[in-house]
């Protein structure tokens, strides 16, 4: 029998079978065992992720519209993808089911009825696309009759078209990213597997998706806008996702696909850790920052794109991300995935309103790639890379180009022993770009994080004139050199022009320039600032933070700095050099990253400074390596 069976808890078990005459108010679900590591991926996901998602979807077989989960209403929110991520769930509940057990019935008839239910709700392109899936995935079974009232699939074939966001004219996306053109394509190709229109839009959708990457990025990644340089996680997910849907027909990719699934695949084994640490800078990250790098590699793994040590290295890291997903993302006491609750934050878009869909889809990501794990003969294995051997073992630096030009857009990463930093030179873009998970500052997991959605300055400086403009330094990057001597990484960039805070979009503002050089040596980082005025200005006003996961032990005022101490293993000291006066501030909730909340914070400012001359800023900071 199928882990999603023999894994059903009893108190489920009681529940399918009330579903035939109605079912009380549930019982609470209770938490699956943590797993010893290290453990096969195949076992944590049919031992105990599979359960964890047949709860709920039990759970909204019987309370339908009504269902609450944390004291979240599933239904009657803005989340314009839950009917796909409830369609793609159930017919994963369905064909895990064995077909001579009697509940595979009812969760038939659930999706029969679930999907009547919702056929009138929002559900937008991601939704469409899994809404596709799982109609592709019961007709592949032979099941899809029995689990789609023929009306209702009428209905479905109107609605669930990649022309609902792509102008069929000119295939330009109706106000969306670019990302969204991978989704038209995976639509259009669905479309075609059911026999619904021709192969010929998938085709012209993907040679779009593939002219994007061309014109705006000779490196095969994605810039996420027109050309403006937003390259995070999903810049480097994109081309996995486009290999998967070859996968999904077992047709080869074009070698260019394959070309720049490799990059993507390189720029993540960089980051392969025990930890199962996902992306560490950009939006949507957390539990998304880690499936990203799980598909990924999935995809290169099947594709035949990594050497035997990097399949070892892949399968095990794959392995710990999904043992995370479970230990660290799913609350045992709400039988849910959390990423908004007890001090973890997310971005506007992944809200707590998308409770119900982000079980769903996280799910699904980690389900798909333990299969293809399984194809490859995985199964039961047990992971035998040593990754933190590994990640120590990677190259003190690399500086993984975007896009050079008009602008430099790059990834420096460099390594300390177990400990990774990634230092990301990119430009937001509208929406993002003064929020400071996008800053060109070194994340590193547990020690420096940024907190979605806010703009608080995060180890930079910020300059408000005497004429209430904002500007920082964060969107104009030019002349990015990195260098290595002896045990010092030196990476050193000019930015031409502030970005001007406040605007939707960046806004170049030449009345100041910046000189930026970091210098990263065993167990420090140093950041020195040059900002020059251009014109005449009168006084400034500089602002500084840095919230940190660790509590202060103490402050000092010392020759030309601040020192702060910290308590804890990891971050040891931070030394501000140019501003005069340092405080600690209260923790506001603002002050919290996907994985937590930080414990202190800290404010450093100068008021009235004179801006005839140019400014010297700084800082410092020491740690011990924690084991990432």
């Known amino acids: 029998m199928s882990g999603i069976t023999t894994g059903l808890r009893p108190a489920c078990v009681a529940m399918v079978a ?64 839950l009917p796909g991520k409830i369609a793609v769930g159930m017919a994963n509940l369905i064909l895990e089911t064995p077909a001579d057990d009697p509940r595979r019935a009812v969760y038939i008839r659930g999706f029969r009825d679930i999907t009547a239910m919702t056929v009138d709700d929002v559900n937008t392109e991601w939704g469409i696309y899994y809404s596709l899936l799982a109609l592709h995935r019961l007709q592949k079974a032979g099941l899809l009759e029995a689990a789609v009232d023929p009306g209702i699939l009428a209905r479905l074939r109107t609605q669930l078209d990649w022309r609902s966001f792509v ?45 994007h990457y061309a014109t705006y990025s000779d490196f095969g990644f994605a810039d996420e806008t027109d050309g403006q340089g937003r390259f995070d996680r999903y810049s480097v997910l994109l081309i996995g996702e486009i290999a998967q849907r070859f996968i999904d027909v077992g047709r080869e990719p074009p070698e260019q696909v394959k070309a720049w699934l490799r990059h993507s695949a390189e720029l993540i084994l960089l980051r392969a850790g025990p930890a199962g640490d996902g992306f560490e800078y950009g939006r949507s990250i957390g539990a998304y920052g880690e499936t990203a790098m799980l598909e990924v590699l999935t995809a290169a793994a099947v594709l035949g794109l990594l050497t035997p040590e990097e399949m070892d290295v892949a399968y095990a890291f794959s392995c710990a991300i999904t043992a995370r997903y479970m230990d660290f993302w ?112 070194p994340y590193s997991p547990g020690l420096v994080a940024g907190s979605p959605d806010a703009d608080f300055p995060q180890l930079i400086t910020r300059v408000t004139l005497d004429d209430g403009t904002v500007l920082q330094p964060l969107a104009y990057h030019r002349n990015v050199v990195m260098t290595e001597t002896g045990d010092a990484v030196l990476f050193q960039m000019d930015q031409p022009a502030m970005d001007r805070m406040g605007e939707a979009a960046p806004r170049p503002d030449d009345r100041i320039r910046a000189e930026t050089t970091y210098r990263f040596t065993p167990g420090a980082i140093e950041r020195t600032d040059l900002y020059t005025p251009s014109t005449a200005l009168g006084p400034l006003d500089l602002d500084f933070e840095f919230a940190g996961y660790q509590p202060i032990s103490g402050m000092t005022r010392d020759g030309d700095g601040w020192t702060i101490q910290y308590v804890g293993e990891s971050l040891q000291s931070l030394r501000v050099t140019g501003l005069e006066t340092c405080e600690t501030l209260p923790v506001q909730p603002v002050h919290a990253s996907p994985t937590g909340r930080f414990a202190s914070v800290v404010h450093c400012h100068s008021n009235g400074r004179p801006a005839h001359v140019p400014i010297n800023l700084g800082w410092r900071m020491t740690y011990a390596d924690a084991g990432h």
Not at 173 to 181: F, K
Not at 352 to 357: D, E, F, Q, W
Not at 397 to 426: K, N, S, Y
Request: charged letters at 20%; glycine letters at 6%.
């Open 18 to 81: 009330a579903l035939a005459v109605g079912c009380a108010t549930p019982p609470a679900v209770q938490a699956a065992p943590v797993p010893v590591p290290p453990v096969p991926m195949n076992r944590t996901v049919t031992e105990r992720l599979n359960p964890q998602v047949e709860a709920l979807l039990v759970r909204l077989m019987t309370e339908r519209r009504d269902m609450v989960i944390d004291g979240q209403r599933v239904f009657g929110t803005t989340d314009k993808f």
């Open 167 to 211: 102008r069929e004219a000119d295939l330009t996306l109706i106000n969306l990213p670019n990302n969204y053109y991978g989704v038209a394509y995976s639509v259009a190709q669905l479309r075609n597997l059911l026999g619904w229109e021709d192969a010929a839009a998938a085709d012209a959708l993907l040679a779009k998706t593939l002219d």
């Open 330 to 441: 799913v609350d045992p006491d709400t039988g849910s995935v959390n990423l908004w609750d007890k001090g973890r934050r997310t971005d506007a878009y992944r809200a707590r309103h998308r409770i119900l869909g982000e079980n769903l889809s996280l799910a699904r990501q980690h389900v798909y790639t333990n299969a293809l794990w399984n194809r490859l003969g995985y199964r039961d294995r047990i992971p035998t890379a040593d990754l933190a051997a590994w990640r120590a073992s990677r190259p003190r630096a690399t500086l993984t180009w975007f896009d050079r030009g008009e602008q430099d857009r790059a990834l420096l990463t460099v390594v300390d022993g177990t400990r990774l930093f990634g230092l990301p030179v990119i430009n937001g873009g509208a929406g993002q770009h003064m929020n400071n998970p996008y800053f060109p500052i």
